[in-house]
Structures are given as structure tokens and as C-alpha cells.
């Protein structure tokens, strides 16, 4: 079925110094201040199940195309089509009155979307827990922190069962346990066939998690089609084949290698936070160059052995951590990485909740340079990063050839 | 700049936005009927949350207003009215429900401003909040309207008081979905309201009977629809009739011609209602 259908729309306003001249043109039907073409004219259609990732730089036009959907502006031309229920998380507490309690809110948003009393009365429950804010829900909205906002917007926008699920730059809803939950009802909308729009900096989500992809630039839909294959394009066109891995890094700065890399210590830790506030953490990492461990190693081309060890943590209550490791250049650009699910890795927790991998390059294949080593501590899927060590290892490769580039492959001549 | 609108293309737009003007706001209350409720009940709440007195203040306001003028006319000034009519009967009978229309005419010059965090990146009805705001206040001024009517007269004038209210309600319409635009996109007019409302309620027969209005100026009565409004509504109260025929029919022909202008004014304004706030 057919779930948003958009053809040829596309939004053009005028941008003006203050009300009464925009006023004016209200009378007059006559614009006169300055021609913002917000979007050209876009077709699409979106069926249910389907994801469809909207990519660009700022000002491309994709929070435009996502606020059409979403109903919360009107076209200036064009046929737009949109079947079903509609939930926007298009930003921070959208639809929330700062005065009015949690409680209120819930009621005040979902009837906003047209649901009615007794079936919120019913769902009420579910989403108060879900949001996680207990006793906070009669206190007025204004009082929380930014945190408890997204937090109760989000559990209102999925509890309710939209159709359509347009997320804007919020995968990453709060922390910890949340943003575990919220990306796992989003996986679980994406499974039961709804149509989610998505929209993000985060070229590493989209491929994820889109099967559709468009690239807007100024306006205009520049490429349309398979994640892989459009991300690809708009990081070419970028010129930099930015690192996905590391983008996905926002809570805890990175330890640098001129930074002590402190594990935590799980037991003391557990006394500070909630329990299974963080899911997932790391409590040692070694990196070795044949048996020398060291945070600034030496590499000789397809001679030295360089190998991984991690120890983490990872919660009982979710499936064990998944570890990624990936070599950058000094420009962040991934050279290379490796996940423990793309292998298939068989990995055990102990009663501790610890999970102990070793990672080998047996001979690397990297060419001369200053390289970086990175490792992540990711969701069973590897989508959601729990933690990760950016820049953990340095690795100065030497070679005894001439050869130019960053990697030897193996390869013979005939 | 060239106005070239054929007469009948004219004619068919007055019809249908006259028409728009009342049936769309009860068509969308109606569609809407759960998050008008829940409006209501947050503008109840608003009201009186946070005061220690709660709910006393939504009488209490009003009629310390109304005991201020009392006190200042009656007792201290001792205004007394042509043929024996009590000063305070004549004075409550006109005063309340003027401070409703007042009240809500007084709110929709920043109605949208007050509402914005509500609508603007929400799909919601933007057609709601003007009559949102005519209900909330009839609701409010009715039982006080009619508990008053009913101390000063008897039963009898339950019903009359009732039908006041109810064409405070509908009078409101056309004028709060014009002041409700007007009042964001022009500032002045924003500013300009509360004045105009004050100056409105000395030139208009409230505080004195319209007899009382020296014969020459008798003929700007005429000119102030307020005073038909309060005339209408001394004339059901008191006498359980309506006044003579020349209000009624200017009553209903200025209502009626400010219907198609004010929905017109909305509709084209819509689109533009969430970038203006």
C-alpha cells in the first residue's frame, strides 16, 4: 500500500522583515520579500515497510520535505498524498506546552493527532513507562530536563501507533537504557511494516537502516536509490570519505592517545549509576605489535602481527556487546574494519557479564604512514554504539618498497 | 495595481466564505471534539493553577470589577437613573457580559502568540483556537450571567440570560477570527485593542442609560455596535423582548457582512500563521 505519495511538490516562501509585510502579502496575494525555493519539486512514493533515509548538507531542504509529510506546512505546489497516521519527531518537544504537566502533554499531543480519549486512556500506561519519567509526569513539562523531554515526546510519537514514523536527527534519544529501547521500537516499526522517514547526518544509520535513500542539495533531490549506493555518492561528493564510526560518538569525548585510557571498574561503577544505565562498556583493551603492547606501536609492511584484546562489560539484560575495530587515516577516513557480527564470532558472556575477544592481523597489509587504531562497543545488530575508544593506538607502518597508496592487497603477476 | 474580479465571481465568494465563516469553525470543533475538550480543560487549569484560591479567581476577577464601578458609581458618585431604575440592576445587566466579549476580544489580538508552542510544528487545526477561545469564556461568564439575572429578577430571566450568552457567542465569531489575525500579523492593532476596548466600554450605555446620552450625541449610538448589543441585552433581560427593529436589523446586517471578509482574511492567512508566530 501506497503510504506517501508526493508528485512534483514543492515549497517556495518569502522570506520577510517582520509580520505586516507579510501582511501585505496576505492582501494582496503579491510576495515581496525575498524568493526562499525551500524545495523543488520532489515525486516519491513510499510504501508501507519501507524506510526511506533523507540525506544532504544544512539548508538541503530535508527537514522542508520532512515538515510536508508531517502536515505541520503546506505545499506551495504540487500533489501530496499522505495515507495514515502521521507521528513527527521533527524536534525537541514538538507540540509540548511548557505549562502543562507530562500527564497533560500526553493527552494534548495525542489528540492533536486526531486519537481519541479512551483509546490514550489505554495506551496512557505503556507509554508512561516506556518514557521512563515515573513521578515526574505531573510535574509541568518546563521543569525537565532535556533529556525527560525527548524521552516522553518519543514514547507519545511511537506508543500511538503511527502509520508514518518521521524521525528527525533523533535516533540518539537520551541515554544509556533509552536510547537502547528507542532503537529497538524502531527496528520493531520498521519490522511490522511501517513507513518510517529518516533523516540524519549519520551516513553509518542510513545504511543501516534505510532501504531508500534520497540525496538532497539545495533544494533539489540530486540521487535517489539504495543506501549504499547514494551515500556513497553524496561522501564522494563531499570529498572526504568521512568516517562513519567515529560520527556516531557524541556522549563521552574520545581518549586520546595522549590521554590515559581508563576502563572503569564495574563494581565501583555499579554503586555510582543506576543499574543498566550503561549497557555496555569496555574494561580493557591491549593492542600488540607481535608481543610488544604499547599505545604507539611500530608496524613493519605485511611482517608485524598486530593484535586486539578487549575485555568488556555488557548488561544481562541485552545480547552481548558486538566489538568493531577500524584503522583510520589522519584524517579519520576508515581504512579498514572489522566487526565481530559481520564474522560471525561466536562470543560468551561469564557470570560477570565480561566477554573477552582477541582480534589478529597476522601480517598487516597497511602501507607507510601514521594510522590510528579505534574500537567500538556496538549493539547486537551494530547499529548503536555503546562505547567506544577513538584513536586508542597509533600505528607507525614502515615498509622496505616503494609502494604508493595506503594498503597492500595480495595480488600476483602471471 | 489591478483589481479585475468579475461581479459574479464576487458575489460567489462572499456567499461561500459568509457560509465557511460559521460552519467551518463547528465543523472542525465537531472533527475535533477530543482536543477541544482537552483545550478547554488546560485553559480551566491554566486559569486557576498555581493560585492558592484555584478556581475563586475565575469569579473573583470579574467581580471585583464589577464591585469597583459598583462602589465608585453607586456609592460614591450616587448615579441615579431615570424612572426609579437601580443603578446596580441596570449596571450588572450590561456589565457582564461585557466584560466577556471584552475579555475574549482582548485575548485574540495574541491568541496564536499564546498558543504557538501547541501548533506550530504540529498538524493542528489552527481553525480551533478562535472559537476555542469564544467557548471557553461564554463557559465561563453563563452560570455567573445567570446566577446574577436571577438574584436581581426571578426565574424568569434564566432564559433570557441564557439567550444573551448564546449571542455573545455567535456575534464573536466573525470578529475574533479577524482580530486573531489581524492582531499577529499587525502589532499595532495589537496594541491598539485593549485601548479601544476601554475607551468602548465609557461610550457605550454600560455604566449609564442610553437616555442619559445627551440628544445630540443620541444619533452616534447608531454608530457603536456595542450599544446595540447592550440595548439587545437590556431588552431581553429586563423587559423579555426584543429591542426595536432598527438593532435587529443592524445587528444582524454588520454581523452578517463581517462574516465573509473575516473568513477570507483567515484562510489566506493560514499558511502563513506557524512562520509568523
Known amino acids: 500500500m501506497v503510504t506517501i505519495g508526493l508528485d512534483g511538490v514543492y515549497k517556495h516562501y518569502h522570506l520577510y522583515e517582520n509580520n505586516l509585510q507579510r501582511f501585505r502579502e496576505i492582501i494582496t496575494g503579491k510576495a515581496h520579500g525575498k524568493l ?32 510536508l509529510i508531517a502536515q505541520t506546512s503546506a505545499p506551495t505546489g504540487g500533489n501530496l498524498q499522505v495515507n495514515g497516521r502521521v507521528a513527527a519527531l521533527l524536534e525537541l518537544g514538538t507540540g509540548f506546552h511548557p505549562e502543562l504537566t507530562g500527564h497533560e502533554n500526553i493527552y494534548l499531543y495525542s489528540s492533536i493527532l486526531g486519537i481519541k480519549k479512551q483509546t490514550m486512556d489505554e495506551l496512557y500506561d505503556e507509554v508512561v513507562d516506556f518514557s521512563g519519567i515515573g513521578n515526574f509526569i ?12 525527548v524521552r516522553l515526546a518519543f514514547s507519545v510519537a511511537t506508543c500511538v501507533e503511527p502509520d508514518i514514523l518521521i524521525i528527525d536527527e533523533a535516533l540518539s534519544v537520551g541515554d544509556g537504557q533509552f536510547a537502547r529501547k528507542s532503537f529497538d521500537r524502531i527496528m520493531k516499526f520498521k519490522e511490522s511494516g511501517k513507513t518510517i522517514l529518516f533523516c540524519s547526518h549519520s551516513m553509518f544509520h542510513i545504511e543501516a537502516i534505510c532501504d531508500k535513500t534520497i540525496w538532497l542539495e539545495k533544494g533539489r533531490v540530486k540521487m535517489e536509490g539504495s543506501p549504499d549506493i547514494v551515500v556513497n555518492a553524496y561522501k564522494m561528493d563531499i570529498k572526504a570519505l568521512t568516517s562513519s564510526l567515529p560520527e556516531l560518538h557524541k556522549s563521552t569525548p574520545a581518549p586520546m ?34 608481543n610488544e603492547e604499547g599505545k604507539k606501536l611500530q608496524i613493519i609492511n605485511n611482517q608485524t602481527r598486530l593484535s586486539v584484546e578487549a575485555s568488556y562489560y555488557s548488561d544481562k539484560s541485552v545480547a552481548i556487546a558486538q566489538l568493531a575495530v577500524a584503522i583510520h587515516d589522519e584524517n579519520d577516513h576508515i581504512i579498514t574494519s572489522v566487526c565481530t557480527l559481520m564474522d560471525d564470532v561466536e562470543l560468551h558472556r561469564d557470570e560477570n557479564g565480561l566477554t573477552h575477544v582477541k582480534l589478529d592481523y597476522p601480517k598487516i597489509a597497511l602501507l607507510k604512514g601514521r594510522y590510528y587504531l579505534g574500537v567500538y562497543l556496538m549493539c547486537e545488530r551494530c547499529i548503536m554504539v555503546y562505547e567506544d575508544a577513538i584513536r586508542f593506538a597509533e600505528l607507525n607502518v614502515q615498509q622496505s618498497g616503494r609502494e604508493l597508496g595506503v594498503v597492500s592487497l595480495p595480488h600476483h603477476w602471471s | 495595481m489591478s483589481i479585475a474580479i468579475s461581479p459574479l465571481i464576487f458575489l460567489t465568494g462572499l456567499i461561500k ?19 477541544f475538550i482537552a483545550l478547554l480543560k488546560r485553559d480551566f487549569t491554566n486559569r486557576t493553577s498555581g493560585a492558592g484560591l484555584g478556581a475563586f479567581w475565575l469569579l473573583a476577577q470579574p467581580a471585583l470589577q464589577v464591585v469597583a464601578f459598583w462602589f465608585l458609581l453607586d456609592v460614591i458618585l450616587r448615579v441615579r437613573f431615570p424612572g426609579n431604575v437601580s443603578f446596580l440592576d441596570y449596571f450588572l445587566i450590561g456589565m457582564i457580559p461585557w466584560v466577556c466579549l471584552s475579555e475574549v476580544m482582548q485575548r485574540s489580538v495574541r491568541l496564536y502568540g499564546e498558543f504557538a508552542a501547541i501548533f506550530k510544528k504540529t498538524p493542528f487545526p489552527l481553525a480551533l483556537l478562535p472559537i476555542l477561545s469564544i467557548t ?26 441564557l439567550l444573551v450568552m448564546l449571542i455573545i457567542f455567535i456575534w464573536l465569531i466573525p470578529v475574533i477570527y479577524l482580530f486573531s489575525v489581524l492582531g499577529l500579523f499587525i502589532r499595532d492593532f495589537a496594541q491598539v485593542i485593549p485601548f479601544i476596548l476601554t475607551m468602548s466600554m465609557y461610550v457605550t450605555p454600560i455604566l449609564y442609560m442610553p437616555q442619559m446620552v445627551p440628544e445630540q450625541y443620541q444619533f452616534y449610538l447608531a454608530y457603536n455596535p456595542f450599544a446595540d448589543l447592550i440595548a439587545l441585552f437590556h431588552s431581553l433581560v429586563e423587559q423579555k423582548q426584543l429591542p426595536e427593529n432598527a438593532i435587529i436589523y443592524r445587528m444582524f446586517f454588520e454581523w452578517l457582512l463581517l462574516l465573509a471578509p473575516a473568513w477570507w482574511l483567515f484562510n489566506r492567512s493560514k499558511k502563513h500563521i506557524r512562520e509568523a508566530v
Open chain 1, 36 to 67: 526562499i525555493k525551500a524545495l523543488e519539486p520532489v515525486s516519491l512514493e513510499l510504501k508501507s515497510g519501507q524506510v526511506l533515509g533523507i540525506i544532504g548538507n544544512n539548508g538541503a531542504g530535508k527537514s522542508t520535505l520532512l515538515k
Open chain 2, 17 to 35: 466564505n459568509t457560509i465557511a465563516c460559521i460552519r467551518i469553525p463547528f465543523k472542525e470543533v465537531i472533527a475535533n471534539r477530543d482536543l
Open chain 2, 136 to 161: 471557553i469564556s461564554v463557559i465561563i461568564y453563563t452560570p455567573i450571567y445567570i446566577g446574577v439575572a436571577f438574584i436581581l429578577y426571578d426565574w424568569s430571566v434564566i432564559l433570557p440570560a
Open chain 1, 138 to 149: 505531573h510535574q509541568p513539562v518546563k521543569t525537565y530536563s532535556s533529556g525527560m523531554f
Open chain 1, 257 to 290: 592517545l595522549d590521554e590515559e585510557f581508563h576502563p572503569v571498574d564495574h563494581q565501583e561503577k555499579d554503586a555510582e549509576v543506576p543499574p543498566n544505565k550503561n549497557l555496555a562498556s569496555f574494561e580493557k583493551i591491549r593492542v600488540f605489535a607481535d
